[in-house]
């Protein structure tokens, strides 16, 4: 039953669209090809470029580090092409460190705190949204959600999506997003050495 609870509110969450004035926009990474972003990303980036045009936060933090072999991060990649639409890069704010949406989140609340910025728009896919809005209040963040609606991610394919984020909203609500995410590499590193 409370699989099903969650599966609910995590897909009424991919439904909302949360977008009002904000001190920073914060633009979930993804993959990206040699600087050049995915689609996905690309769609996430579009989504915020229009949030940032129509002036609900005065900056754009891009997240995302680099994978193994990769020359550019997400975030640089993401930077670089938000300049190309006519962002100024004082306007845009990188965490490069993050390899997942925790880490990602949690370098970017340090640096937004120390700014005295709190309110924040998240964008990303619409099936991440109960996690990421999750994640983002405890970090001490204040979280709306504002997803990007042109992502290729759409169809059947994106149930397991869906699946993915009601296990995960299910176990970090009761165990903490911080915990669940010090677990989840842990068994990466064991089954990695098995």
Same mark, same amino acid.
């Given at each position: 039953?409370?699989?099903?609870?969650?599966?609910?509110?995590?897909?009424?969450?991919?439904?909302?669209?949360?977008?009002?004035?904000?001190?920073?926009?914060?633009?979930?990474?993804?993959?990206?090809?040699?600087?050049?972003?995915?689609?996905?990303?690309?769609?996430?980036?579009?989504?915020?470029?229009?949030?940032?045009?129509?002036?609900?936060?005065?900056?754009?933090?891009?997240?995302?580090?680099?994978?193994?072999?990769?020359?550019?991060?997400?975030?640089?990649?993401?930077?670089?092409?938000? @300049?190309?639409?006519? #962002?100024?890069?004082?306007?845009? =704010?990188?965490? %490069? *460190?993050? +390899?997942?949406?925790?880490? &990602?989140? $949690?370098?970017?609340?340090?640096?937004?705190?120390?700014?005295?910025?709190?309110?924040?728009?998240?964008?990303?896919?619409?099936?991440?949204?109960?996690?990421?809005?999750?994640?983002?209040?405890?970090?001490?963040?204040?979280?709306?959600?504002?997803?990007?609606?042109?992502?290729?991610?759409?169809?059947?394919?994106?149930?397991?999506?869906?699946?993915?984020?009601?296990?995960?909203? @299910?176990?970090?609500? #009761?165990?903490?997003?911080?915990? =669940?995410?010090? %677990? *989840?590499? +842990?068994?990466?590193?064991? &089954?990695? $050495?098995?």
């Amino acid at each position: 039953m409370y699989l099903i609870v969650t599966f609910v509110q995590v897909w009424w969450a991919s439904r909302q669209n949360q977008a009002r004035p904000a001190q920073a926009i914060i633009v979930l990474g993804s993959a990206q090809y040699n600087g050049v972003p995915s689609p996905d990303l690309k769609a996430r980036l579009d989504h915020a470029l229009a949030l940032w045009k129509a002036r609900l936060a005065p900056i754009v933090v891009v997240t995302g580090g680099k994978q193994p072999g990769d020359t550019f991060s997400e975030a640089s990649a993401s930077a670089n092409y938000l @300049a190309s639409k006519g #962002v100024p890069q004082s306007h845009i =704010l990188r965490e %490069v *460190s993050g +390899r997942d949406s925790w880490q &990602s989140l $949690s370098s970017a609340a340090e640096f937004l705190r120390a700014r005295g910025d709190t309110s924040v728009i998240l964008v990303s896919d619409p099936f991440h949204d109960e996690r990421i809005s999750l994640m983002a209040g405890e970090l001490g963040l204040t979280p709306y959600v504002s997803p990007t609606r042109t992502s290729p991610i759409r169809g059947l394919s994106v149930v397991p999506y869906f699946a993915k984020e009601t296990i995960e909203v @299910a176990i970090g609500r #009761v165990v903490g997003f911080r915990r =669940l995410v010090g %677990v *989840s590499q +842990r068994v990466q590193r064991s &089954s990695g $050495s098995g």
